[in-house]
């Protein structure tokens, strides 16, 4: 366990995990500094700088002082560069300690989003900064946005043999202060929701929530992401830390 005073940076401190684990760090005493678009005083004790990982501008100052870094910040595209910058800047500050999120199967899915992910995980773990790897499955809010876009057409489409298993965010803010507080493990075991679900399930619970009707139309994934779904490589079965917070309880509060 970290010492109480050790400063913690969190990179996309203010996005649906961030916002969570934020208060876990400051709980256990840590001081911690955030890094998200927009800078200044909120007046909750954390320290918030604006910087561009993408161009890497400011980041020198951003690491400087800093013994752990939690890094969460990530989007459609760009999270290698992004990362590959964050991890030169680390090194060069000497930080104690690197944690990064990353999702199941970033290896297995021959996606532009996944590559992008790949690559970000393979630069930290490339890193001299001592480093933990955490893949997380889709959160809840992922699944159910997914589901709620899908349901703005008349006619939902329907990929099938997709799978996923969601996991609440609040499991996963509380294990990521678990790693930040802790000592460099390497890659840690995935972190999945108690459930496997079809992606046809995930869609009936969210209609019935909304108290909306739709038709589906079944559809096939091409490709090799499309055999890699079917045969559920997407999937982590086996070995796993499974999440406390279930589907239906996140359901039920979006009501």
Excluded: C
């Amino acid at each position: 366990m970290r010492t109480e005073m050790s400063m913690i940076l969190v990179t996309g401190g203010t996005g649906t995990i961030g916002r969570q684990v934020v208060p876990l760090l400051q709980a256990a005493g840590s001081k911690v500094r955030v890094l998200s678009r927009n800078a200044g005083d909120r007046g909750d004790g954390v320290e918030y700088l604006a910087v561009d990982l993408l161009n890497g501008e400011g980041l020198d100052r951003t690491v400087d002082g800093v013994d752990v870094i939690l890094h969460l910040a990530g989007g459609p595209k760009g999270d290698d560069v992004g990362t590959r910058n964050l991890v030169e800047a680390a090194e060069q500050a000497k930080v104690g300690h690197l944690v990064h999120i990353s999702v199941t199967a970033v290896d297995q899915l021959p996606l532009t989003y996944f590559k992008s992910k790949l690559g970000a995980e393979q630069a930290v773990r490339a890193s001299s900064v001592p480093w933990t790897v955490l893949r997380v499955a889709q959160l809840h809010d992922f699944a159910w946005k997914t589901v709620r876009a899908m349901a703005k057409l008349p006619v939902m489409p329907m990929p099938g043999g997709l799978r996923m298993q969601p996991v609440d965010g609040r499991d996963v803010a509380e294990r990521l202060a678990e790693l930040a507080l802790g000592e460099p493990q390497g890659l840690v075991p995935d972190l999945v929701g108690p459930k496997v679900y079809s992606l046809s399930e995930l869609a009936r619970d969210y209609l019935r929530a909304a108290g909306k009707h739709r038709l589906s139309l079944p559809i096939r994934v091409p490709g090799q992401a499309g055999k890699v779904y079917r045969a559920g490589g997407n999937l982590t079965l086996t070995g796993a830390d499974v999440g406390t917070h279930t589907w239906d309880e996140f359901v039920a509060a979006q009501v």
